[in-house]
Structures are given as structure tokens and as C-alpha cells.
């Protein structure tokens, strides 16, 4: 079982900042591209960013110029930087690894409220 751990959600203002991050065993962590997923309550799970083991990344149009994807590998971590946090980014963010097969973390909430 492949486990992927997540950490750094939590309750923000509007326009505040969170960093997310999630670690992953080092044979997943150097193979698979590494992406953050988000669902909101009565919608469906969706792609937030993306990025793959050369590192190019992908957003998704909401959070481009607000949010940052990267990869430590020497920490098998990757990190979702996200600033200037609005209240539709309120969901439970999911650290995903991708490459033929697909692994999970357990999810994180990511509350954005005054």
C-alpha cells in the first residue's frame, strides 16, 4: 500500500496563504508525476496543479499566478504554495501520484473564510 501523507491545510482569511505538502516512498516519488487535486462539497474531484519528474508544471485557470507547484526530491516532497487564497478555493485538497497506476493521500482541508 502506497501511502502518501499530507499536511498544511487549514482555516485562512481571504487573500492569505497556505503552503500544502506531501511526502511519498522514494521509488513512487522519483517515477511518477506528483499533482494536488481539490473537491469542494457537491462537486466533482478536479485537477489543481500538476508537476512531472522534470519538473514542468500544469494549472488549472482559477489558480494560475496564485498558486506554485514544486518537488523537493531530496525530501520526496512536493509543496502547493498557494497565495491570495479566495473562498471558492475552500475544499480538501488530495496529493495525487500519477503515472500508469494513480495513488491518493487521505486529504486535507483547506478552509479560506473571514
Known amino acids: 500500500q502506497v501511502q502518501l501523507v499530507e499536511s498544511g491545510g487549514g482555516l485562512v482569511q481571504p487573500g492569505g496563504s497556505l503552503r500544502l505538502s506531501c511526502s511519498a516512498p522514494?521509488?513512487?516519488?522519483?517515477?511518477?508525476?506528483m499533482g494536488w487535486y481539490r473537491q469542494a462539497p457537491g462537486k466533482q474531484r478536479m485537477l489543481v496543479a500538476s508537476?512531472?519528474?522534470?519538473?514542468?508544471?500544469k494549472y488549472e485557470d482559477s489558480v494560475k499566478g496564485r498558486f506554485t507547484i514544486s518537488r523537493d526530491n531530496a525530501k520526496n516532497t512536493v509543496y502547493l504554495q498557494m497565495n491570495s487564497l479566495k473562498p471558492e478555493d475552500t475544499a480538501v485538497y488530495y496529493c495525487?501520484?500519477?503515472?500508469?497506476?494513480?495513488?491518493w493521500g487521505q486529504g486535507t482541508q483547506v478552509t479560506v473564510s473571514s
Open positions: 508537476i512531472t519528474t522534470v519538473r514542468s508544471t
Open positions: 495525487n501520484a500519477q503515472r500508469i497506476d494513480s495513488f
Open positions: 522514494t521509488n513512487i516519488f522519483d517515477l511518477y508525476t
